[in-house]
């Protein structure tokens, strides 16, 4: 089973040993079947919306660990709302946009106060915003790189307690370290965020214009885009 795209191999470095992992459109089921195979995890929960690719994941296992069938769960769920909080300590949803995975979260509730890593594949700024009003903290950020292309991986632990940001903190998360992988991170946020600027400006958006100019400002100023 083959899970050495740089995304995948990220989210895996921040699932505890051991974890009782909840993965949320699970999808082609890499990452928690990979996981579980490894011994890295105690048991893998395997949900998706879609009833297709929670089938192809199931025959899979059956075929490649019918030792480990007793370990491996599925279920079709929007979100958190099939889901059993019985049998997960620790939540990966990965590969959806930023704004669907804040969403599940939302509509998640209780079920979703646990420690998770989450990648969005887009609108980052908008589930960092999300998660720091609605009493989560990230403790961590990875960037791996594909190709030409960037992500973000976030660990994130519910507190209950809300945390102070800016728009800055937002698109550039508050670590901001001086690795070449953030750098190169950095530099395609600067892409995305100048297109967006320029969106906004012809559309004559002032305020959503002046904090994207404050954004890039603060993204310039970091001196990596030389
Ligand atoms: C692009 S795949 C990502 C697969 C895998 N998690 C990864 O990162 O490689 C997105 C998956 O999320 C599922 N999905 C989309 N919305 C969902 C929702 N509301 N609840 C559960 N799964 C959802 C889709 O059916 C799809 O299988």
């Not at 083959?2 to 699970?26: H, Y």
């Not at 890499?30 to 195979?37: H, V």
């Not at 887009?122 to 791996?144: Q, V």
């Not at 953030?182 to 967006?196: C, D, E, I, P």
């Amino acid at each position: 089973m083959q899970t050495n795209k740089p995304r995948l191999k990220a989210v895996e470095s921040l699932v505890p040993k051991g974890a009782r992992l909840l993965d949320i459109g699970a999808d082609h089921g890499l990452l928690p079947l990979r996981l579980l195979a490894r011994g890295d995890i105690y048991s893998a929960y395997l949900t998706d919306v879609n009833k297709g690719p929670l089938a192809a994941c199931q025959h899979r296992a059956l075929v490649d660990f019918p030792h480990l069938m007793d370990y491996i769960g599925f279920a079709i769920s929007d979100g958190f709302k099939e889901v059993d909080p019985r049998f997960y300590d620790f939540v990966t949803i990965c590969g959806m946009g930023g704004e669907l995975i804040a969403r599940i979260i939302e509509e998640g509730g209780e079920k979703a106060h646990r420690s998770m890593a989450l990648q969005p594949m887009s609108h980052a700024e908008k589930l960092r915003a999300f998660l720091w009003t609605h009493g989560f903290t990230i403790k961590e950020e990875l960037y791996p790189r594909e190709g030409h292309r960037s992500y973000v991986v976030m660990l994130v632990k519910y507190t209950g307690r809300g945390t102070r940001f800016t728009a800055t903190d937002t698109y550039l998360g508050k670590k901001r370290p001086k690795t070449e992988e953030y750098w190169f991170y950095v530099k395609g946020l600067a892409k995305t965020v100048k297109k967006r600027l320029d969106g906004e400006t012809l559309a004559g958006n002032k305020r959503n214009a002046n904090t994207l100019k404050r954004v890039l400002t603060a993204i310039e100023s970091l001196g990596y885009l030389e």
